[in-house]
């Protein structure tokens, strides 16, 4: 056969351009091109690789009969004869594909799996870029002409300048579907963000406040100490490795922080509303923060006059008192807290009162000093029901917590003198005075008691026990707690020995002393009446820390 008679037939090629204008992207351009070689040059296979990074991948084939051919071909530019037309920029051609040894021993498998035998590639260019190569291909040796070389390169040609354009046309398309995605993004986010805004506003506890935060960011939302010591966390995380892809510091909590987890790293758009959501945490927490500050002062103020009876006119203070919230109804105990380990400190007060108002809707909470003081609305139960409830409150806070429950106010005077009250029995509770959580007055015998002046609590305890006070400072001796557990034994001598570790006669002849110092006889009911008030009243003036 002549090279004549192999010469490529003539194919116009205007149907060809029309066809590759009219291709929607870069696989339908690359599959018309490929489809017109095999036409235009009379050859049964043809493919297309487009460059992608350090590698020609295939883009499209026509005329390939192996599956794996079509899935696996894939050629490093610089390697092999297509990797050198690709990195030259130059045709190249092998008229004989079994005994070249510019191949390659992956594709060599590959090619002579499919029975191409003859090649002829050209470039795809774009100026100065290598989009990718184009392939003619015979299953049988075939010495390629100039012709078909050239009628190569200008098909490769015409597809360079439709990728181009298709490359620039899908460019465009990217951006604007980019911006409309962006425009789409901003909007959900400003509608979440204005929804979570509008939930945050009605919450003052920071626990649902976190548990909306981690709905709306999608992942898992810390509360953690400066140390890192976890305080709470809300919401679950996904497969993958966790991470942390935002974070804020909380003024005025001795840097506690909020920590936004995931197990995916945000793009911009996402990390851009993870940081919107944590200011509006942020805003919130310190709107609440100032809220609960100014409350706090104005509350602070109006429960010192409360709790220490300076109401002079009742009316205008009732008046005060609902204008802050607190209501003042007949029947409202005052109950004073304090941790038994922890007595000059108050650790986490948060913790009671959270339990507090969950068994007493209708309580009132302020802190003095190292003690925490609740006001009790009514509830409709009974002192002894209440005093139950309160025991199970501070059963389940945690720490060593102790109350003392005040008595029952019908008028905004018995404030005072129920919170007089309670404050004693916690403070007789602390000192070791008395066992059990929750303690009344009334249970301690000294109602009325904690509500009189220190002087005159001292001046009645000097009338009483002052030489027997004297005798146990002078000379170390143990008069008054012989005198007060002989009492609270009923005058059982053996009781009192095995509760102070002594002898029987010890206790007898102690108690011979006493009387003789104090003038008392203790079978006299008025006087151990006498003493068993002024011992009581000792206790309380030590307690609340009257004595001189």
Same mark, same amino acid.
């Given at each position: 056969?002549?090279?004549?008679?192999?010469?490529?037939?003539?194919?116009?090629?205007?149907?060809?351009?029309?066809?590759?204008?009219?291709?929607?992207?870069?696989?339908?351009?690359?599959?018309?091109?490929?489809?017109?070689?095999?036409?235009?040059?009379?050859?049964?296979?043809?493919?297309?690789?487009?460059?992608?990074?350090?590698?020609?991948?295939?883009?499209?084939?026509?005329?390939?009969?192996?599956?794996?051919?079509?899935?696996?071909?894939?050629?490093?530019?610089?390697?092999?004869?297509?990797?050198?037309?690709?990195?030259?920029?130059?045709?190249?051609?092998?008229?004989?594909?079994?005994?070249?040894?510019?191949?390659?021993?992956?594709?060599?498998?590959?090619?002579?799996?499919?029975?191409?035998?003859?090649?002829?590639?050209?470039?795809?260019?774009?100026?100065?870029?290598?989009?990718?190569?184009?392939?003619?291909?015979?299953?049988?040796?075939?010495?390629?002409?100039?012709?078909?070389?050239?009628?190569?390169?200008?098909?490769?040609?015409?597809?360079?300048?439709?990728?181009? !354009?298709?490359?620039?046309?899908?460019?465009?398309?990217?951006?604007?579907?980019?911006?409309?995605?962006?425009?789409?993004?901003?909007?959900?986010?400003?509608?979440?963000?204005?929804?979570?805004?509008?939930?945050?506003?009605?919450?003052?506890?920071?626990?649902?406040?976190?548990?909306?935060?981690?709905?709306?960011?999608?992942?898992?939302?810390?509360?953690?100490?400066?140390?890192?010591?976890?305080?709470?966390?809300?919401?679950?995380?996904?497969?993958?490795?966790?991470?942390?892809?935002? #974070?804020?510091?909380?003024?005025?909590?001795?840097?506690?922080?909020?920590?936004?987890?995931?197990?995916?790293?945000?793009?911009?758009?996402?990390?851009?509303?993870?940081?919107?959501?944590?200011?509006? *945490?942020?805003? !919130? *927490?310190?709107?609440?923060?100032?809220?609960?500050?100014?409350?706090?002062?104005?509350?602070?103020?109006?429960?010192?006059?409360?709790?220490?009876?300076?109401?002079?006119?009742?009316?205008?203070?009732?008046?005060?008192?609902?204008?802050?919230?607190?209501?003042?109804?007949?029947?409202? !105990?005052?109950?004073?807290?304090?941790? #038994?380990?922890?007595?000059?400190?108050?650790?986490?007060?948060?913790?009671?009162?959270?339990?507090?108002?969950?068994? *007493?809707?209708?309580?009132?909470?302020?802190?003095?000093?190292?003690?925490?003081?609740?006001?009790?609305?009514?509830?409709?139960?009974?002192?002894?029901?209440?005093?139950?409830?309160?025991?199970?409150?501070?059963?389940?806070?945690?720490?060593?917590?102790?109350?003392?429950?005040?008595?029952?106010?019908?008028?905004?005077?018995?404030?005072?003198?129920?919170?007089?009250?309670?404050?004693?029995?916690?403070?007789?509770?602390?000192?070791?005075?008395?066992?059990?959580?929750?303690?009344?007055?009334?249970?301690?015998?000294?109602?009325?008691?904690?509500?009189?002046?220190?002087?005159?609590?001292?001046?009645?305890?000097?009338?009483?026990?002052?030489?027997?006070?004297?005798?146990?400072? !002078?000379?170390?001796?143990?008069?008054?707690?012989?005198?007060?557990?002989?009492?609270?034994?009923?005058?059982?001598?053996?009781?009192?020995?095995?509760?102070?570790?002594?002898?029987?006669?010890?206790?007898?002849?102690?108690?011979?002393?006493?009387?003789?110092?104090?003038?008392?006889?203790?079978?006299?009911?008025?006087?151990?009446?006498?003493?068993?008030?002024?011992?009581?009243?000792?206790?309380?003036?030590?307690?609340?820390?009257?004595?001189?």
């Amino acid at each position: 056969m002549t090279l004549e008679a192999m010469s490529p037939p003539v194919v116009s090629a205007e149907p060809y351009l029309r066809r590759l204008l009219a291709a929607k992207d870069v696989t339908q351009a690359l599959q018309i091109a490929t489809d017109h070689v095999a036409r235009s040059i009379a050859c049964p296979v043809s493919w297309a690789g487009l460059v992608e990074g350090d590698y020609l991948v295939m883009g499209a084939h026509h005329g390939v009969e192996s599956t794996e051919m079509a899935a696996a071909w894939r050629l490093k530019v610089g390697e092999g004869i297509g990797g050198r037309v690709a990195l030259d920029r130059r045709p190249q051609m092998s008229r004989d594909y079994r005994h070249d040894s510019r191949r390659v021993p992956l594709m060599k498998r590959l090619i002579d799996n499919e029975g191409i035998q003859a090649t002829l590639i050209v470039p795809i260019l774009l100026a100065e870029n290598t989009l990718g190569v184009l392939y003619a291909a015979h299953r049988n040796p075939y010495p390629w002409t100039e012709a078909e070389q050239e009628m190569l390169e200008q098909i490769a040609h015409d597809l360079g300048v439709r990728l181009r !354009q298709l490359d620039v046309d899908g460019r465009r398309q990217r951006l604007a579907d980019r911006a409309e995605h962006r425009s789409e993004l901003a909007r959900d986010n400003m509608e979440t963000a204005a929804r979570l805004a509008g939930s945050l506003t009605h919450q003052a506890d920071p626990g649902p406040a976190l548990d909306l935060l981690a709905r709306e960011v999608g992942g898992r939302v810390e509360l953690r100490q400066a140390d890192g010591t976890l305080v709470r966390a809300s919401g679950e995380l996904g497969d993958g490795n966790a991470r942390v892809v935002g #974070r804020t510091v909380l003024p005025d909590c001795d840097d506690l922080t909020v920590v936004v987890v995931h197990t995916r790293e945000p793009d911009e758009h996402a990390r851009a509303f993870i940081d919107l959501c944590l200011g509006l *945490f942020r805003l !919130q *927490f310190l709107r609440v923060s100032e809220r609960e500050r100014t409350t706090q002062r104005l509350q602070g103020g109006l429960f010192d006059d409360l709790l220490g009876g300076r109401v002079s006119d009742p009316d205008a203070f009732r008046e005060r008192m609902a204008l802050m919230g607190v209501g003042a109804h007949p029947g409202a !105990q005052v109950v004073v807290a304090g941790l #038994r380990d922890h007595p000059d400190d108050l650790v986490r007060p948060e913790r009671l009162e959270r339990h507090l108002r969950s068994a *007493f809707p209708a309580v009132v909470t302020v802190r003095r000093a190292n003690r925490l003081v609740a006001i009790i609305g009514p509830s409709g139960r009974t002192s002894r029901e209440v005093r139950e409830q309160l025991r199970s409150v501070v059963a389940r806070a945690e720490g060593s917590w102790i109350a003392g429950l005040g008595r029952g106010c019908a008028e905004l005077i018995d404030y005072s003198t129920s919170y007089d009250e309670g404050r004693a029995a916690c403070e007789l509770m602390i000192r070791g005075d008395v066992e059990g959580p929750v303690v009344t007055a009334h249970e301690l015998g000294i109602l009325g008691m904690a509500s009189l002046p220190p002087a005159h609590l001292r001046t009645t305890v000097r009338d009483v026990l002052g030489p027997l006070l004297d005798l146990d400072a !002078q000379r170390g001796t143990d008069f008054l707690p012989t005198l007060r557990a002989y009492l609270s034994y009923d005058r059982h001598l053996p009781d009192t020995a095995a509760a102070l570790h002594i002898h029987y006669n010890t206790v007898r002849n102690r108690i011979a002393r006493i009387e003789a110092t104090l003038g008392v006889d203790m079978r006299d009911v008025d006087d151990r009446f006498r003493l068993e008030t002024a011992l009581r009243m000792h206790a309380l003036s030590e307690a609340l820390g009257h004595t001189g």
